[in-house]
């Protein structure tokens, strides 16, 4: 046979074993990009707070609101699904939630006039890493299952460095404020702080649901 027709066969013998992607991961790293995108937004606000920085991450969270609503259809519409409905809507729902707060911690520091801080910027950029270490777990997750699990393992440790970083930051802020404009500053402070801790608190239920997956199914 000429070379030609060795690699027609030989692709014929590829695309005849290889599995059909499931469309519900195929959503679901179209989610979690959108996610990884708008962390990025969300530190490129943190270096400079804009309305236009602001927006960006609106955007961005607006599409991917977009993405999981057509998931959810799909789910609706189809009887058997290859992996837990259950599991499906809870991994798309906590991806979800990571950009949700991140959409709310550029919403609240607009509206409260609030400038980023160093706290604020490493918060941030866990969040962002912990984004990509999802995005990168739902990438292999069908065909690399256990790199998959330790991009989740990954994640879930960056939570646990955002604990205490939180809890450093919080502490920070009771340090005998002067006047009332210090407790004001406090309570904004706070708040931003509690956004941030849950979208990375979000990102690791997301971890979890992902290992559970790869112990079930793969």
Known sequence: MTNKIVTQVRNWRQNLFRRKPNHFI??????????????AALQDYMKKPSKKNATQVRNI???????????IDELNRTFVTPIDREDLFGLSRAIDDVLDHAYSTTSEMDILDVQPNEYLQTMVEMLHNSAEEIHLAMERLERHPSVADSHAVRAK?????????????????????SDLQDVV?????????????HAVQAAEDAANIISDIVVKFY
Do not use: C, W
């Open 26 to 39: 195929v959503r679901l790293v179209e989610q979690s990009a959108l996610v990884v995108e708008g962390t």
């Open 61 to 71: 969270e607006k599409q991917a609101d977009e993405v999981r609503r057509m998931m």
């Open 157 to 177: 440790a960056i939570e646990n460095r955002m604990e205490t970083l939180y809890a450093e930051a919080i502490a920070n802020l009771f340090k005998k404020p």
């Open 185 to 197: 500053q406090m309570m904004k402070l706070r708040e931003i702080y509690r956004h941030l801790f």
